[in-house]
């Protein structure tokens, strides 16, 4: 910002559309300022297609928005398929995880679950599409411990722990 007035936060809000927007993060502003100011934010589970928008909300309460901007994430790195895999939650608690990457292209692959010693503790295919993906895997099965997911070449460790 060049100045502030009365600013008491930005709420930044996503958007899939562009249509229906979800609050996914806070950032206090300064009150008042006539110094340049410089915020950020980093999206930690964007989607393939991201619409933003800032909410910036006054001191007394009143709010206005910001203009919405289109950004595509694409996380492919190494000229491979497959970009950056999350998995959540982590710790896994309940008897389900979620794993969420991007990719390039269209691929048949498989989603492995090792242990620590590398045996493998399940395999099961997967029909990547093109843009973000969002998996989910039943590992109810699992006892607590520490576990490695690997889809294509990406490797991201989770743990299992006790309901």
């Not at 910002?1 to 559309?17: G, I, K, M, Q």
Request: one cysteine or more; a neutral charge.
């Amino acid at each position: 910002t060049l100045t502030e007035t009365e600013n008491h936060f930005f709420e930044v809000e996503r958007s899939e559309d562009g249509k229906f927007f979800k609050a996914i993060g806070r950032v206090n502003g300064a009150g008042n300022s006539s110094s340049v100011l410089q915020y950020t934010f980093k999206d930690k589970l964007p989607e393939f297609s991201n619409y933003y928008r800032l909410k910036q909300y006054d001191l007394n309460g009143m709010w206005s928005y910001s203009k919405t901007i289109y950004i595509e994430s694409i996380c492919i790195e190494d000229n491979g398929n497959i970009g950056i895999v999350k998995v959540y939650p982590n710790p896994v608690m309940n008897e389900n995880i979620a794993i969420r990457f991007n990719a390039a292209e269209e691929e048949n692959t498989f989603a492995y679950v090792t242990d620590l010693y590398g045996k493998h503790i399940l395999r099961t295919p997967l029909e990547i599409q093109r843009g973000m993906n969002h998996i989910e895997l039943k590992l109810d099965f699992l006892p607590a411990g520490t576990y490695f997911i690997r889809v294509h070449k990406k490797t991201t460790k989770f743990v299992k722990i006790k309901d």
